[in-house]
């Protein structure tokens, strides 16, 4: 099967040079291989891989900040797919039911958090496309209980980035408290922030969106999903926040974020790894009068479960931005450099 991998660790070249880190500088980090199909063990399934979104988490993979436990490893966790076979105890699918997987790849499912319903904090977890292989690839195999049914009002290319930028937004949504008729704001408006603004707006919430200098295309996207303030990160918003999610991939966000909040306002940290620090924080200026920042770590099933019925009831749709598998390491560039309009999906098969 074809299969984009990542064979060793770099820094993706953007035009700007390289950072002074010690990695090499690529344009074209991932490779193309050949691979043999995989083969479900008893309780996984056989995916033919239909479409896959592209996601900054896998910017942390191939530059270091993530580490796959070896090489070659076949990144994506944001997979449409039918299912080819099920192994021999799996009984949950049928061939060519449609599922989508994401970024939970499977927990040990028996200590604490497992027990309590924090699977996304289990220490065995295991993460799609990062300690098993994931949807660069026309197949992979999962465990069936890590695999969802996708309502049928998403098309292929929509439901891929629902998976993840979709998923994840949502856990953030919910763990930011934001309610009806408070003002939430969003920091950097990518793949995930799109998508929960959609979900923010049918809560009732008023949306404040905040963007790097420059990002008009982004900034136009939120004002037609129905932002009610854009403006740029660091520029004082009309009102003080109740709460933000910051879904940018550097530190000085989440200190704005916290400069813009109301008190006993919180903050909440969508992203796996920063590029850089979060600067230094005043403790009187940024965090008394109980504001809270808080990190939002993988996705339960839960996440999953709950977030594609409710996407399909309230009529959230994607802004997708399509590319062939083999153009994987184009999508790639473009991420990094803040030009993926909505998200960027690959199409596979
Ligand atoms: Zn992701
Ligand atoms: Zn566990």
């Known amino acids: 099967m074809k299969a984009m991998v990542l064979k060793e660790f770099c820094e993706i070249d953007t035009g700007e040079g390289a950072s002074g880190k010690s990695l090499p500088l690529r344009k074209a980090p991932l490779d193309p ?8 063990g008893p309780h996984q399934v056989l995916v ?3 479409t896959c979104g592209v996601c900054h988490t896998e910017l942390d993979e191939i530059e270091g900040r993530l580490i796959p436990p070896f090489f070659p490893r076949v990144p994506g ?7 080819e076979r099920a192994g021999s105890l799996a009984t949950r699918y049928e061939r060519g039911d449609r599922v989508g997987i994401a970024w939970i790849y499977s927990t040990c499912g028996t200590c604490a958090f497992c027990r309590d319903g924090n699977e996304n904090l289990c220490p065995r977890f295991q993460a799609t496309g990062l300690d098993a292989d994931g949807g660069y690839a026309e197949y992979m195999v999962v465990p069936e209980e890590f695999a969802y049914p996708i309502p049928g009002v998403f098309s292929d290319l929509e439901a891929a980035p629902l998976l993840c930028a979709g998923v994840i937004g949502y856990r953030a949504l919910r763990l930011s408290g934001a309610a009806r008729g408070q ?6 408006f990518g793949a995930s922030a799109h998508i929960a603004i959609q979900a923010a707006k049918h809560r009732g919430c008023k949306v404040f ?16 999903l129905g932002a009610d303030w854009v403006g740029v990160t660091g520029e004082a918003p009309p009102e003080k926040l109740r709460c933000a999610i910051d879904f940018t991939p550097v ?6 974020a916290l400069a813009a909040l109301e008190r006993g306002g919180r903050v909440v940290i ?9 600067p230094e924080l005043d403790y009187a200026k940024y965090l008394w009068y109980e504001k809270e920042i808080k990190s939002v770590a993988n996705v339960a099933r839960r996440d999953a479960i709950e977030f594609l019925p ?3 009831e309230i009529g959230i749709r994607p802004e997708v931005q399509a590319f062939e598998l083999e153009s994987a390491n184009d999508a790639l560039v473009l991420l990094k450099q803040g030009r993926m309009h909505g998200a960027g999906v690959l199409r596979i098969s």
């Not at 790097?212 to 037609?224: F, N, S, V, Y």
């Not at 969508?270 to 979060?278: E, G, H, L, Q």
Request: charged share 25%; net charge positive.
């Open 310 to 312: 409710l996407a399909a």
């Open 270 to 278: 969508n992203a796996i790894r920063k590029v850089n620090p979060i």
């Open 48 to 50: 033919r891989i239909s």
């Open 209 to 224: 969106v905040f963007t790097r200098p420059g990002q008009r295309d982004h900034q136009e996207l939120a004002k037609k």
């Open 251 to 256: 530190g000085e966000p989440v200190k704005e």
């Open 33 to 40: 291989v050949d691979l043999p199909v995989p083969v479900p």
């Open 183 to 188: 003002i939430l704001g969003l920091y950097g």
């Open 77 to 83: 966790h944001e997979i449409v797919g039918r299912v």
